[in-house]
């Protein structure tokens, strides 16, 4: 195994790989877009027999950059860099990670904002609209390509935690292990109604132009996404963190509320890198899955998955509650198959599982050591 080069608590990474399907992805509902690009990184070292790999999916607006840094100077590592990598709890050292940028994401994979080779302009309103589904088979196909057929974990939060669970539903005997936070076999109603509210934010902005938008409003991002992401944000935020944060502090001399400021500064920092057509997208896939009405219980979704499970929830997640994840647990546990379950507190809110490394790393870095004794 070759030495890693550290910079201070992280690592310089290889660059991101791109997977060329020259006969396209098919899209669950029916559309092919060809050819298409999957974008990947992978972290660490594939032992000899491929038996140390673990898929880490990502979330919303997320990336396949896990953890590391591409070059010494970068201002930030990977977005899940206090828990993966040399000496943390995805230890890099014995593990070999895998993420896969998922299809209609803007961040390396054939998006929305892609050039259609047909025509030459980007394929804006005519992408298809993807399921999580769609995501796994993504993630299935790089892992053929790497000629990987077992996975000693599949993790993620969130989005990434949803792909998870369909990893479970869709290949159980490829799957030895899940670890899934912050997330649950469905977005539950208060979440969809603030989806759908950022959704019809973009979509009736005058300049969205039902999804065409790249000719005619290239210079500036979307203010209608600014604004579903301020709408957005709000859902991985609590009410302590809101108070402690900010109150009802003002900017003086201004009358202006610091959390004015604070979602303005998100919401335009958010459409600076992202692409309004991808956002949509990707959380209209995440309110589509519901394993409780696509297989009849969640129970019957996981019946053939029987290998060990982490479930973390976060006492003050708005987006997935803890009775949210407690209903996965207890489907599980009822097929007879072990399931560790645990509710942290925390004041983080849904973003928890990307800030708390000091009481997510100790569950996750147990689980992944018992695993050796199963």
Known sequence: MRPPQRIGDTFLSDPPRFLELPEGFRFRHGQTVAPFTLAYETFGELNEDKSNAI?????????????????????????????????????????????VNLPGSCMGTTAPNSIDPNNGKPYGSSYPWATIEDMVHSQKTVLDHLGIEHLKAVAGGSLGGMQVLMWAVLYPDMVGSIIAMASAAAVPVQGIAWHIIGRKIIETDQDFNGGDYYERHAAEPLRGLQVARMVGHMTYLSNEALEEKFGRRRRIPTPQFEIDSYLEYQGKKFSRVFDANSYIRIQSAMDEMDLAEQYGSIGKALSAFRSPSLLIAFNTDWLFPPPEVRKVHQAIEATGVSSTHLEIETMNGHDAFLIDYHLITQPVRDFLANLKHD
């Open 55 to 99: 898929l880490v999916c990502h979330a919303l607006s997320a990336n396949a950059h896990v953890a590391g840094k591409y070059a010494a100077d970068d201002a930030r590592a990977g977005w899940w860099d206090g828990l993966v990598g040399y000496g943390k709890a995805i230890d890099l050292q014995s593990n070999f990670v895998i993420c």
